[in-house]
T-cell receptor, first 110, second 119 residues
Framework: RKEVEQDPGPFNVPEGATVAFNCTYSNSASQSFFWYRQDCRKEPKLLMSVYSSGNEDGRFTAQLNRASQYISLLIRDSKLSDSATYLCVVTYSGTYKYIFGTGTRLKVLA | GAVVSQHPSWVICKSGTSVKIECRSLDFQATTMFWYRQFPKQSLMLMATSNEGSKATYEQGVEKDKFLINHASLTLSTLTVTSAHPEDSSFYIC???????????????FGDGTRLSIL
Protein backbone atom coordinates (compact mmCIF):
# COMPACT_ATOMS: atom_id res chain seq x y z
CA ARG A 1 0.00 0.00 0.00
CA LYS A 2 1.31 3.46 -0.87
CA GLU A 3 2.00 5.87 1.98
CA VAL A 4 -0.19 8.52 0.38
CA GLU A 5 -2.95 7.62 -2.04
CA GLN A 6 -5.10 9.71 -4.30
CA ASP A 7 -7.68 8.86 -6.93
CA PRO A 8 -5.94 9.88 -10.17
CA GLY A 9 -9.21 10.89 -11.83
CA PRO A 10 -9.81 12.70 -14.09
CA PHE A 11 -12.76 14.34 -12.42
CA ASN A 12 -14.73 16.07 -15.17
CA VAL A 13 -17.15 18.60 -13.71
CA PRO A 14 -19.21 21.45 -15.18
CA GLU A 15 -18.46 25.04 -14.29
CA GLY A 16 -20.12 26.03 -11.04
CA ALA A 17 -20.11 22.50 -9.62
CA THR A 18 -18.78 21.51 -6.24
CA VAL A 19 -16.12 18.83 -6.26
CA ALA A 20 -14.24 17.07 -3.48
CA PHE A 21 -11.09 15.01 -3.42
CA ASN A 22 -9.78 12.78 -0.69
CA CYS A 23 -6.24 11.74 0.07
CA THR A 24 -5.51 8.86 2.42
CA TYR A 25 -2.27 8.34 4.31
CA SER A 26 -1.06 5.20 5.99
CA ASN A 27 1.27 6.47 8.71
CA SER A 28 -0.49 7.73 11.82
CA ALA A 29 2.67 9.64 12.79
CA SER A 30 1.99 12.08 9.98
CA GLN A 31 2.23 15.62 11.27
CA SER A 32 1.60 18.24 8.61
CA PHE A 33 -0.55 18.20 5.52
CA PHE A 34 -0.74 20.36 2.43
CA TRP A 35 -2.60 20.65 -0.85
CA TYR A 36 -0.79 21.79 -3.99
CA ARG A 37 -2.00 22.36 -7.51
CA GLN A 38 0.12 21.66 -10.54
CA ASP A 39 -0.71 22.91 -13.99
CA CYS A 40 0.53 21.07 -17.05
CA ARG A 41 4.27 21.53 -17.55
CA LYS A 42 4.54 23.80 -14.52
CA GLU A 43 5.85 23.49 -10.99
CA PRO A 44 3.51 22.64 -8.06
CA LYS A 45 2.14 25.66 -6.24
CA LEU A 46 1.00 25.60 -2.64
CA LEU A 47 -2.77 25.85 -2.45
CA MET A 48 -3.26 25.57 1.26
CA SER A 49 -2.04 23.96 4.44
CA VAL A 50 -4.47 21.64 6.19
CA TYR A 51 -5.06 22.33 9.86
CA SER A 52 -6.59 20.00 12.42
CA SER A 53 -9.61 22.25 12.80
CA GLY A 54 -10.09 22.51 9.06
CA ASN A 55 -9.58 25.67 7.10
CA GLU A 56 -11.15 27.62 4.31
CA ASP A 57 -9.74 29.97 1.72
CA GLY A 58 -12.40 31.44 -0.53
CA ARG A 59 -13.94 28.62 -2.56
CA PHE A 60 -11.52 26.05 -1.16
CA THR A 61 -12.01 24.11 2.06
CA ALA A 62 -9.55 21.61 3.50
CA GLN A 63 -10.34 19.09 6.20
CA LEU A 64 -8.27 16.62 8.18
CA ASN A 65 -9.68 13.40 9.60
CA ARG A 66 -7.01 11.83 11.80
CA ALA A 67 -9.18 8.95 12.94
CA SER A 68 -9.70 7.75 9.38
CA GLN A 69 -6.34 9.08 8.18
CA TYR A 70 -7.39 11.19 5.27
CA ILE A 71 -7.46 14.80 4.19
CA SER A 72 -9.96 16.33 1.83
CA LEU A 73 -10.19 19.30 -0.48
CA LEU A 74 -13.54 20.79 -1.43
CA ILE A 75 -13.84 23.24 -4.29
CA ARG A 76 -17.08 25.20 -4.58
CA ASP A 77 -18.34 27.02 -7.66
CA SER A 78 -15.69 25.48 -9.90
CA LYS A 79 -14.04 27.73 -12.46
CA LEU A 80 -12.39 26.73 -15.73
CA SER A 81 -9.13 27.96 -14.22
CA ASP A 82 -9.40 25.34 -11.48
CA SER A 83 -8.51 22.67 -14.04
CA ALA A 84 -5.22 21.22 -12.82
CA THR A 85 -3.73 18.30 -10.94
CA TYR A 86 -4.15 18.51 -7.18
CA LEU A 87 -1.42 16.97 -5.08
CA CYS A 88 -1.66 16.14 -1.41
CA VAL A 89 1.49 16.15 0.69
CA VAL A 90 2.06 14.54 4.06
CA THR A 91 5.04 15.11 6.32
CA TYR A 92 6.24 13.24 9.37
CA SER A 93 7.01 14.57 12.80
CA GLY A 94 10.67 15.44 13.33
CA THR A 95 11.80 14.71 9.78
CA TYR A 96 12.16 16.47 6.48
CA LYS A 97 10.32 13.68 4.75
CA TYR A 98 7.55 14.97 2.50
CA ILE A 99 5.43 12.34 0.83
CA PHE A 100 3.56 13.41 -2.30
CA GLY A 101 0.46 11.75 -3.60
CA THR A 102 0.36 11.03 -7.33
CA GLY A 103 -2.26 13.71 -7.80
CA THR A 104 -5.90 13.96 -8.79
CA ARG A 105 -6.64 15.49 -12.15
CA LEU A 106 -9.55 17.92 -12.35
CA LYS A 107 -11.12 19.17 -15.56
CA VAL A 108 -13.73 21.88 -15.28
CA LEU A 109 -15.85 21.97 -18.40
CA ALA A 110 -17.64 24.96 -19.89
CA GLY B 1 7.10 35.70 0.70
CA ALA B 2 8.69 32.26 0.28
CA VAL B 3 9.96 32.72 -3.25
CA VAL B 4 12.23 30.14 -4.80
CA SER B 5 14.07 30.97 -7.99
CA GLN B 6 15.42 28.30 -10.31
CA HIS B 7 17.75 28.90 -13.20
CA PRO B 8 17.92 28.19 -16.08
CA SER B 9 14.33 27.49 -17.01
CA TRP B 10 15.20 25.72 -20.26
CA VAL B 11 18.36 23.97 -21.43
CA ILE B 12 19.04 22.23 -24.72
CA CYS B 13 22.48 20.71 -25.12
CA LYS B 14 24.44 17.90 -26.73
CA SER B 15 24.90 14.47 -25.23
CA GLY B 16 27.92 14.33 -22.93
CA THR B 17 27.56 17.88 -21.67
CA SER B 18 27.32 18.63 -17.97
CA VAL B 19 24.48 20.92 -16.95
CA LYS B 20 24.26 22.95 -13.76
CA ILE B 21 20.93 24.06 -12.33
CA GLU B 22 20.69 26.63 -9.55
CA CYS B 23 18.01 26.89 -6.91
CA ARG B 24 17.82 29.97 -4.72
CA SER B 25 15.53 30.93 -1.87
CA LEU B 26 15.09 34.66 -2.35
CA ASP B 27 13.43 35.85 0.83
CA PHE B 28 14.08 33.16 3.40
CA GLN B 29 16.82 30.86 4.56
CA ALA B 30 16.27 27.31 3.42
CA THR B 31 17.78 24.75 5.74
CA THR B 32 16.63 22.03 3.39
CA MET B 33 16.20 21.93 -0.36
CA PHE B 34 14.78 19.14 -2.44
CA TRP B 35 15.43 18.11 -6.01
CA TYR B 36 12.73 16.40 -8.04
CA ARG B 37 12.43 15.06 -11.55
CA GLN B 38 9.18 14.71 -13.44
CA PHE B 39 8.65 12.93 -16.74
CA PRO B 40 5.63 13.84 -18.91
CA LYS B 41 2.32 12.78 -17.40
CA GLN B 42 4.07 11.19 -14.44
CA SER B 43 4.33 12.07 -10.76
CA LEU B 44 7.06 14.07 -9.11
CA MET B 45 9.97 11.86 -8.20
CA LEU B 46 12.21 12.93 -5.34
CA MET B 47 15.85 12.60 -6.33
CA ALA B 48 17.64 13.93 -3.27
CA THR B 49 17.35 16.02 -0.14
CA SER B 50 19.97 18.69 0.28
CA ASN B 51 20.91 20.08 3.69
CA GLU B 52 23.04 23.16 4.05
CA GLY B 53 26.62 22.35 4.93
CA SER B 54 26.30 18.60 4.66
CA LYS B 55 26.12 15.90 2.02
CA ALA B 56 22.88 15.39 0.18
CA THR B 57 20.74 12.35 0.85
CA TYR B 58 19.93 10.54 -2.38
CA GLU B 59 16.87 8.41 -3.01
CA GLN B 60 17.29 4.81 -3.98
CA GLY B 61 18.21 4.40 -7.62
CA VAL B 62 19.56 7.92 -8.05
CA GLU B 63 23.26 7.97 -8.90
CA LYS B 64 25.09 10.45 -6.70
CA ASP B 65 28.02 10.64 -9.10
CA LYS B 66 25.66 11.43 -11.94
CA PHE B 67 23.62 14.05 -10.14
CA LEU B 68 25.95 16.20 -8.06
CA ILE B 69 24.31 18.36 -5.43
CA ASN B 70 25.94 21.20 -3.56
CA HIS B 71 24.18 23.21 -0.86
CA ALA B 72 26.87 25.67 0.10
CA SER B 73 24.68 28.32 1.70
CA LEU B 74 21.26 28.74 3.24
CA THR B 75 19.97 30.29 0.04
CA LEU B 76 21.57 28.29 -2.74
CA SER B 77 21.62 24.67 -3.84
CA THR B 78 22.91 23.44 -7.18
CA LEU B 79 22.28 20.26 -9.13
CA THR B 80 24.79 19.28 -11.78
CA VAL B 81 23.79 16.61 -14.26
CA THR B 82 27.14 15.22 -15.35
CA SER B 83 27.71 13.83 -18.84
CA ALA B 84 24.03 14.14 -19.65
CA HIS B 85 22.42 11.73 -22.09
CA PRO B 86 19.04 11.81 -23.85
CA GLU B 87 17.47 9.65 -21.13
CA ASP B 88 18.27 12.43 -18.64
CA SER B 89 15.90 14.74 -20.50
CA SER B 90 13.21 15.70 -18.03
CA PHE B 91 11.65 18.48 -15.99
CA TYR B 92 13.83 19.13 -12.93
CA ILE B 93 12.25 21.03 -10.06
CA CYS B 94 13.75 22.23 -6.81
CA UNK B 95 11.95 23.19 -3.66
CA UNK B 96 12.90 24.68 -0.34
CA UNK B 97 11.47 24.71 3.15
CA UNK B 98 12.29 25.93 6.60
CA UNK B 99 11.67 23.72 9.56
CA UNK B 100 9.72 25.44 12.27
CA UNK B 101 10.50 23.83 15.56
CA UNK B 102 10.53 20.15 16.27
CA UNK B 103 7.99 18.14 14.41
CA UNK B 104 6.24 20.93 12.59
CA UNK B 105 7.20 21.28 8.97
CA UNK B 106 6.61 24.28 6.77
CA UNK B 107 5.30 23.62 3.26
CA UNK B 108 7.74 23.29 0.41
CA UNK B 109 7.99 26.14 -2.03
CA PHE B 110 8.94 25.22 -5.57
CA GLY B 111 11.11 26.85 -8.15
CA ASP B 112 9.79 27.31 -11.67
CA GLY B 113 11.54 24.17 -12.84
CA THR B 114 14.16 23.52 -15.50
CA ARG B 115 13.24 21.76 -18.68
CA LEU B 116 16.31 19.80 -19.80
CA SER B 117 16.55 18.42 -23.31
CA ILE B 118 19.60 16.42 -24.30
CA LEU B 119 20.09 15.87 -28.01
Amino acid sequence: RKEVEQDPGPFNVPEGATVAFNCTYSNSASQSFFWYRQDCRKEPKLLMSVYSSGNEDGRFTAQLNRASQYISLLIRDSKLSDSATYLCVVTYSGTYKYIFGTGTRLKVLA
Amino acid sequence: GAVVSQHPSWVICKSGTSVKIECRSLDFQATTMFWYRQFPKQSLMLMATSNEGSKATYEQGVEKDKFLINHASLTLSTLTVTSAHPEDSSFYICSASVKQGWGSNQPQHFGDGTRLSIL
